[in-house]
């Protein structure tokens, strides 16, 4: 069984920055694929950034450039790190572990056929 916890979620100003953290318990990190998806108000839950064991990564076209994702495998713990954040960028964002993020481009990938989700962090962008 994974479990997953996100942190770090909060309220910014246009153009500034946060940094997303989810903790995986067991053997999340070594048996799947990690990734970030994210779902605003009356929109469908959407990817926005995912990485393979090897650490190739992928983002979805709004992201790319200003989101960066990453894995600390001793820490058992995914990042991302969000910049240059923009309104469009508010939504619940959740942490996903599943084998259908690797080696898949992450815009790719349908949020039901994900097995493992945390309980989702805010993130609020605006003036």
């Known amino acids: 069984q994974v479990q997953l916890v996100e942190s770090g979620g909060g309220s910014v100003q246009p153009g500034g920055s946060l940094r997303l953290s989810c903790v995986a318990s067991g053997d999340a990190f070594r048996n799947y694929c990690m990734g970030w998806f994210r779902q605003a108000p009356g929109k469908e839950r959407e990817g926005v950034a995912s990485?393979?064991?090897?650490?190739?990564?992928s983002y979805s076209e709004s992201v790319k450039g200003r989101f960066t994702i990453s894995g600390d495998n001793a820490k058992n713990t995914l990042h991302l790190l969000m910049n240059s954040l923009k309104p469009e960028d508010t939504a619940m964002y959740y942490c996903a572990a599943d084998y259908t993020l690797c080696g898949a481009a992450v815009r790719s990938v349908h949020p039901h056929r994900i097995n493992y989700w945390g309980p989702g962090s805010q993130v609020t962008v605006s003036s």
């Open positions: 990485i393979d064991s090897d650490g190739t990564t």
